[in-house]
């Protein structure tokens, strides 16, 4: 494995409350993304980074924001979460024409 | 917007045949492409990459071909085995322009005994 944690790894919250997921990596990776994956949905990219500080926006990032104030630390919050982010949440990185690595996923139930 | 799919949710086939898993892509300037294994319940595992100057790229018992005409790509899994049951992801990413990494839905690769 490449290094790459998620946490929480399971998590059960309320609509409307504030959750933050955490990716940690060790590899000293320039790029870190953070998809979800959804029945019939594939992997579809939130929000990803090329840098420290440096973020933007993927295909479906309405309800979340990220931020990276290090290099080995990417984060992922929904600030007031809803039923319809439950899903399972992935954290990758990447460093140029190479494998991408993935971290172990994040189940997120909102209720 | 940018998409990329594959042209089957689901593939049926006999174990010890060679698969052939499909997938298209719609941004012509996309310049990488990487093939994914994800069994049930874990994350998206590497399995073969291609770079868009490139039209094949062969590794243990896989191969990638690239059609940068049609903007079709496919993997190719020679002598299936039962541990090749998984969903197949393809993916694109545009160097130099946003570095986006775009997956595909996936394809349900199920072997026959």
């Known amino acids: 494995d490449a290094g790459i944690t998620q946490s929480p790894r399971h998590k059960v919250t309320e609509t409307g409350t504030p959750v933050t997921l955490r990716c940690h990596q060790t590899e000293n990776h320039r790029y870190m993304y953070w998809y979800r994956q959804d029945p019939g949905h594939g992997l579809r990219l939130i929000h990803y980074?090329?840098?420290?500080?440096?973020?933007d926006k993927g295909e479906v990032s309405d309800g979340y924001s990220v931020s990276r104030s290090k290099t080995e630390d990417f984060l992922l919050t929904l600030e007031s979460a809803t039923s319809s982010q439950t899903s399972v949440y992935f954290c990758a990185t990447w460093e140029g024409y190479n494998e991408q690595f993935f971290g172990p996923g994040t189940r997120l139930t909102v209720l | 917007g940018e998409s990329v799919g594959l042209h089957l949710p689901t593939l049926s086939v006999q174990e010890g045949d060679n698969s052939i898993i499909n997938c298209a892509y719609s941004?012509?300037?996309?310049?990488?492409f990487i093939w994914y294994k994800q069994e049930s319940g874990k994350g998206p595992q590497f399995i073969i990459d291609?770079?868009?100057?490139?039209d094949k790229r062969q590794g243990q018992r896989v191969t990638v071909l690239l059609n940068k005409t049609v903007k079709h790509l496919s993997l190719q899994i020679a002598a299936t085995q039962p541990g090749d049951s998984a969903v197949y992801f393809c993916a694109a990413l545009t160097q130099n322009r946003d570095d986006k990494i775009i997956f595909g839905k996936g394809t349900r690769l199920h072997i026959l005994p």
């Open positions: 291609i770079r868009s100057n490139m």
């Open positions: 980074s090329y840098g420290v500080k440096d973020t």
């Open positions: 941004n012509s300037a996309s310049d990488y």
